[in-house]
């Protein structure tokens, strides 16, 4: 006997379950995935290399005294921070025991002198041999050099700046023994400066004169802009203690004076390529040794689709092949996403 459908649903309301004759079961459908998406772009593309670097008075424009001979401080007359003019006394050292040695050496020269005058003339007579009279030359010229290398320690006692700048270091301290390998003052020239940049050596050979440098305060490319400079010199040496290559920059202006030792961030544009496809790097998903992108279609459908991956910014990356510009790629949500995936583009 057929059962009536209202007899069949009263079935389903009580537990029993329930079907409509002559329906088939309904395929499942798939499950969209939520995601973000992206367009790729073409666009110039600008290879850049960050590094670090401290602000360093420019050469010529920098000077470090030291003491002429072993002796003592007597005066200290500026500080640290103090802006100083050229020729400006600095630090005056003990002379008196200098003074001694200057007055010896006087009296050396006159002694030599007198024998030299006495051996030429006996050399003249045949009376003194020849070599006599070339020894004696020999102590007078000896005589002459300790006198004018006494007067100039003497005079070198008065440490007086030899450029207008800003006392970077005062070592010097009152009545403090001092020896002439040791710095005791450090002036600088605040109006002409460089920033001198740390490379690793495998980076360095990538880096020419020339190359524009985008400069931010402190250690990395969220501080302020302050302004743009160019690379002067790239060092033909390793650095010793920082296993380091020096780049140096020059800035003609810059959007407010940079200070001595100040840290500075600076981004070097080591190539550029004007028809480069770019793509966020959120979109790259590694793939093996490489990548993939999922690129979405008209269809709402992610394809898997490998790329080729050059340089990168700190937000995008440069794709080789793989990719061309206009197609919309999977960034948020790429990571885990299957192949032929349906997908869902999400609000922001």
Known sequence: MQKHPLVLCLLVAAGIGCSRSGDESDEATPTSVGVRTAVASTRPFFETLGAIGIVEARAGHFAELSAPAPTRVAQVLVSAGQTVAKGATLVVLEQSTLREAARSAEAALVAAQKNYERARTL??????????????????????????????ILALTVLRSPIAGVVTKMNAALGGAVDTNQPLVEVADPNAVDIVLSVGPADAPRVHPGAKVALRSGENAKGDQVGVGTVMDVSATVDTASRSVAVRVRAATTTRPLRLAETIYGEITLATRENAVTAPLEALVPDGDGFKVFVVDRASVAHARAVTVGARTDSVAEIRSGLVGGETIVTYGAYGLEDSAKVVVLKK
């Open 123 to 152: 050399s003249a007579q045949g009376i003194l041999p020849r070599k006599d009279l070339d020894q004696a030359t020999a102590d007078l010229a000896k005589a002459r050099a300790d006198v004018t290398n006494d007067r100039r």
